[in-house]
């Protein structure tokens, strides 16, 4: 038995310690074979004198990354309720994206984009001759505001 105070209060220290990693909730994105196959609602914007791209991806159960084109950065955000993600997907559903053609991109461009597998429906804008419709750009606006608080 040890009787040395000072390797008994390490001891617990480094026990406290442990269970409080342990205890940490990770942070884990969700499979690629999962990402690949669900739906997933991605929007950002890019362009300007760098050409960087902000993008993030919204997955239905409610998880949130960002990506950074020019630094290749991922970023798992805190994710969305998964009440939440399913309104937002609904609402681009809605929108009927792909229908749209709606691909008028400026110098800086904004987008949104509903995955679902491998198709893609798309919507582009920033030139200021073309204004998005006002539904698209209120979803965008939802989103970014919900990205912009995780």
Sequence with gaps: MIKNPFILR???LLSLFIIYL?????????????????RQVIF???????????EYTLLENGQLSRTNSLSKEKIILKALPKKE??????????????????????????????????????VLWGNTDHPVPAQVRA??????NDAAQK
Aim: hydrophobic content about 30%; glycine content about 12%; overall charge negative.
């Design 10 to 12: 390490l001891a617990f």
């Design 139 to 144: 979803l965008y606006e939802s989103l970014e």
């Design 44 to 54: 950002g914007s890019g362009g300007g004198f760098s050409g960087q791209v902000i």
């Design 85 to 122: 993600a399913q309104s937002y997907f609904e609402q681009a559903e809605q929108l009927h994206l792909g229908t749209m053609n709606f691909k008028h991109p400026g110098n800086l461009y904004y987008f949104i984009r509903l995955k679902k597998g491998e198709k893609a429906e798309e």
């Design 22 to 38: 342990s205890s940490c909730r990770s942070h884990q994105l969700t499979s690629q074979a999962d990402a690949d196959t669900g």
